[in-house]
């Protein structure tokens, strides 16, 4: 799903360059096994129970119609408001997520978007990443599918903390489609907006119809590697495990290519939007319209991405969870960094209040500019720390944002990692946002602290946890 206006053409592009066609016929099929050569290094078959909502130890859930700070309606001029409602995403209890636009009897569309906890997917040096995805597009068409936008892609970490960093961070489109058009697009996005190496807003991206059935009647798989292991480096694009687009480093050039790839990785998205400028542009009119059909889902059976070659993988993460001991421990034993540690649990603090937490326990609260809490004999070992993860709330008024930062040692050294926050729509509105640190062994004394550049409150805190 683009963050800008963009218009690319209707023609697909049905030239095959290689692969072999693996078509998907069953709606409940189980997560495949890695294909050879290749290791599953983070995956969701999304088997869980009829509407219930997908994994939070996997997905943040994006909510209303921007991120807090962002660009208003997601950038792209969809007109959809989304929600955790599991009427708009649920498990289907048949293998698949379903993520389902509805319209209500005053015209208002709502919908679903979903993206990954982890930042980190990046091709490991001198290997592959592939990135891959089986899904069944809103199973609709012609006048009754204007405006629908179903898309499965990703972004470059660094826009968790910088949510106008877009394109230079770049953005993998592995399928988008509109207005119920029998054809999958995959789009590179990257450099300066407008114009610049991946001529912005509209990107480079090649179309092709879906091999055999449609892309609305049937599962297709999608996919998309990054190929460190060539020179100039190269990014494919593939359907049913047909390739229909590239591009390679040569193509992007310098500092472009780097300021993509240099970065900790990327997070992967799914969502239907409504709306907005591509399905604008390819329709020539606004949509949706009065003829668009409501509640027309897109089903995910899996997505899973594997890395072949190279340096290695990164195992996944422990999923955090939302509650936990709420006891202080004596300031003597030892915390496991990799442990959650509620906040307030902390040996001194500065500022800060507890309160009783939706979630369960307490949480920190009334965090300012210059408040902190401390942590103290907190051990990291010697594995090296990925990130950091943080549940925080927010009912900050607008414009009003600040940091999450992590030290250690001592308040004046300089962070380790650190997140920025607005609004995320209520003091007791939870997420969990990570940020990347930079490595730490050992046994170290941990302070959280929070810098504003004004006075009022911006965040509250439940918990925190490092992650290998």
Known sequence: MTLR?????????????????????????????????????????????????????????????????????????????????TSNVSHDGSGNLRITPLRNSSGAWTSARIETQRTDFKAPSGGVLRIEGRIQMPNVTGAAASGYWPAFWALGAPY?????????????????????????????????????????????????????????????????????????????????GQQYHSVTQTQIGEPHWTNMTSHAGYHILLNVAMGGAFPN??????????????????????????????????????????????TPPPSGNVRDAYAVMQAESFNAQSGVITENSSEGGQNIAAIANGDWVQFNNVEFGTGGVRDFVARVASGAAGG??????????????????????????????????????SNVSGRHTVFLTFTSGQPSDFVNVNWIQFRR
């Open 160 to 240: 968790r903390n910088d949510r106008y960093s877009w394109p230079a961070i770049g953005e993998f489109d592995v399928m988008e489609n509109v207005n119920g058009i029998n054809s999958v697009w995959g789009v590179l996005h990257c450099g300066v907006n407008p114009g610049g190496p991946c001529n912005e807003t509209q990107g480079i991206g090649a179309s092709r119809t879906c091999p055999g059935s449609t892309c609305q009647s049937a599962f297709h798989t999608y996919a998309f590697e990054w190929d460190r292991s060539v020179s100039p480096n190269q990014l494919r694009w593939y359907v049913d």
């Open 5 to 85: 206006t963009r218009l690319l053409a209707v023609a697909a592009a049905t030239v095959t360059l290689g692969g072999s066609v693996a078509m998907a016929v069953s709606a409940d099929a189980a997560l495949p096994s890695p294909p050879s050569g290749w290791t599953q290094v983070w995956a969701d078959d999304f088997t869980g129970a009829a509407n219930t909502l997908p994994n939070g130890g996997n997905w943040i859930i994006d909510l209303g119609t921007s991120y807090p700070g962002g660009p208003p309606n997601w950038g792209t001029g969809e007109i959809q408001s989304y929600t955790n409602s």
């Open 400 to 437: 009003v944002s600040g940091l999450v930062e992590v030290r250690v040692d001592s308040r004046s050294n300089a962070p380790i990692g650190s997140f920025a926050l607005a609004n995320t729509g209520g003091w007791q509105s939870w997420r969990s946002i990570p940020g990347n640190v």
């Open 281 to 326: 542009g390819v329709a020539g009119s606004a949509t949706p319209t009065a003829s668009t059909v409501s509640g027309r889902p897109m089903l995910v059976d899996y997505v899973a991405v594997y890395t072949r070659g190279g340096g290695g993988t990164t195992n996944p993460p422990t999923t955090p969870p939302t509650t936990g001991p709420t």
